[in-house]
């Protein structure tokens, strides 16, 4: 019954990455056809993030008022009628309409199977996990692809909206294995006490280390958002090599989170996370250093990779430690500002470097990376401080 329910966690977690590239791989077809300028994405990107911070700081109230089963399934079937909606779409308006509720889904079905594993699984689940997100975010941007060769890119959206109907009736047939597989109370929380009362977020935040775990995940994915959007300007205007070129480049990133998260699911039977972490922090200052320095185009490529594999496995060692960090009871509510945190940094550093790059130089991405990374580790550090026993 665990292993069963372990499979649809997976398939939850790579319905989670499939529609996360879409929007991407299909505006350049989009914005044309509804008559916008290219930078409207940007409007659409923000009002799913919007949505998704808003559900991530709910998701404590609602897991324990629901359980995770059926905010996983309601949660999933939300980003479906949304991206059906998209299919269907033909303004510019209604794309952002149906953005809403694809945000609010998205983060909700995040931080309770966020939450889910991390109380329930060992800390190599949590790595394959994220890897299934990865494997998700790459099916995306084919399905759009091989829509366009015959038809248009709501074809493509509708593709994608068959999946994710198809598991959403898979969540939906699996609600009762949630409770057999794992019979406790409320919130699905190993730990019958204290699970009633869902936190607010101030007190949430008053926690002691919540505030620096907050900074801790903003910051790992300001790192990891300003890579994937930078990454590729930098080695064009910076290392002089072509679009093309430097597309290629970039998409190794990709392959390192994902190829990393795959192997440190191995590794994760001879680490513990705060091993993991650490280990993740010091790959990712070496891959800037190859960066930093004017070592070739060849180094620019193997710092990208990396920078890749240094981020694999911060981002699950980070949510499997909060149950052992701040307790059973209080997971869920210290995730779900996690997640909030790091959509926040998601949407509002990549954007800062922006203005970096256009008012100063973007041979400053380095620097920016490695003061985030600085940050990061101060605080991370800092956590696990104030949150020893």
């Not at 077809?29 to 300028?37: A, H, I, T, W």
């Not at 494997?135 to 084919?142: A, H």
């Not at 959403?168 to 009633?196: E, N, Q, R, Y």
């Not at 998260?261 to 280990?279: E, H, P, S, V, W």
Request: glycine letters at 10%; aromatic letters at 12%.
């Amino acid at each position: 019954m665990v292993h069963i329910l372990l499979v649809i966690i997976y398939l939850a977690f790579i319905g989670l990455g499939l529609p996360d590239s879409l929007l991407g791989s299909a505006w350049p077809s989009m914005y044309k056809e509804l008559g916008v300028p290219i930078s409207y994405v940007g409007i659409l990107s923000m009002t799913i993030a919007v949505g998704t911070v808003i559900s991530s700081l709910l998701s404590d109230r609602l897991t324990k008022r629901f359980g995770t089963g059926k905010l996983t399934a309601v949660s999933v079937g939300m980003t479906a009628a949304a991206i059906l909606g998209f299919s269907y779409s033909h303004s510019f308006y209604a794309l952002c309409l149906w953005a809403i509720p694809y945000g609010l889904g998205a983060g909700s079905v995040d931080a309770a199977l966020n939450n889910y594993v991390a109380l329930h699984y060992p800390s190599r689940h949590m790595s394959w996990l994220h890897c299934m997100w990865g494997v998700g975010t790459i099916i995306g941007p084919y399905v759009i692809s091989y829509a366009l060769t015959g038809s248009t890119w709501n074809t493509g959206y509708r593709y994608m909206a068959a999946i994710q109907i198809i598991l959403t009736a898979v969540m939906f047939f699996s609600i009762p294995l949630w409770k057999k597989a794992h019979p406790v109370t409320g919130s699905d929380c190993p730990s019958a006490a204290g699970t009633a009362v869902p936190l607010t977020l101030l007190q949430s935040i008053r926690i002691p280390g919540a505030k620096e775990i907050m900074l801790t995940f903003f910051c790992y994915c300001a790192v990891e958002q300003t890579t994937m959007l930078w990454s590729s300007s930098y080695m064009v205007l910076h290392n002089g090599i072509s679009a093309k070129t430097a597309a290629q480049f970039a998409s190794l990133f990709f392959i390192g989170i994902t190829a990393g998260r795959a192997i440190n699911g191995f590794l994760t039977y001879k680490f513990t996370d705060t091993q993991m972490i650490r280990c993740g922090q010091g790959i990712i200052a070496l891959g800037i250093i190859f960066l930093l320095f004017p070592f070739g185009n060849a180094a620019a490529v193997i710092g990208l990779i990396f920078i890749g594999l240094g981020c694999a496995p911060i981002y699950p060692g980070i949510i499997h430690a909060t149950p052992e960090h701040f307790g059973a009871e209080k997971s869920q509510a210290l995730i779900g500002i996690q997640m909030a945190s790091a959509y926040i940094g998601t949407c509002l550093m990549p954007p800062l470097f922006g203005l970096i790059a256009n008012n100063i130089s973007v041979s400053l991405l380095p620097f920016y990376l490695l003061i985030l990374l600085a940050l990061m580790i101060i605080m991370h550090e800092t956590v696990i401080k104030k949150t020893a026993a």
